[in-house]
């Protein structure tokens, strides 16, 4: 799979809410009320990371959950990351 | 709660098997033979945390969970930290 462009990435962040980039990761926060809602977040995104074989870095600090997003076989972002980011989006905007 | 002096931690982590110190915090690094294990894992964990209310920064880099620990309240490590420390031993070692 082939890493997208500087002028990609830029069209395709314009497009996707919520994400960011940063250190060449798609990159997101979510604040959650309490600690079960970000770990059951957490299960969701797993379970998606699962079903796309595509495993984000994930941290998770008391009810923050930071998502980091790139292709480590490729050597960047491809559009399996904004597929991945796209649908992590569907299940918490 | 108080903070442990340093000998007091060098002690307490002598008794303690896979974690050391790191950053000011307590930290132990596991790995799983595949990304389900770790989730359940870090489900286990924040089962823990929950009971103990006393969270942990976890880290999820696919098959590798990341825990760090310390208690932001007192500004150190205390003995709250070593008991989480210890149970997480419990459920994996």
Redesign the interface.
Known sequence: MQILSCLEIKKELSLLINWELKESNLYRKVCFDN??QA?DF??KV?QL??EQNH?P??????TTVKIKLSTHDAGGITTKDFQLALTINKIKL
């Open positions: 600690y079960l770990i957490v299960n797993a990371a699962e495993h870095l994930l941290l998770i600090d008391y």
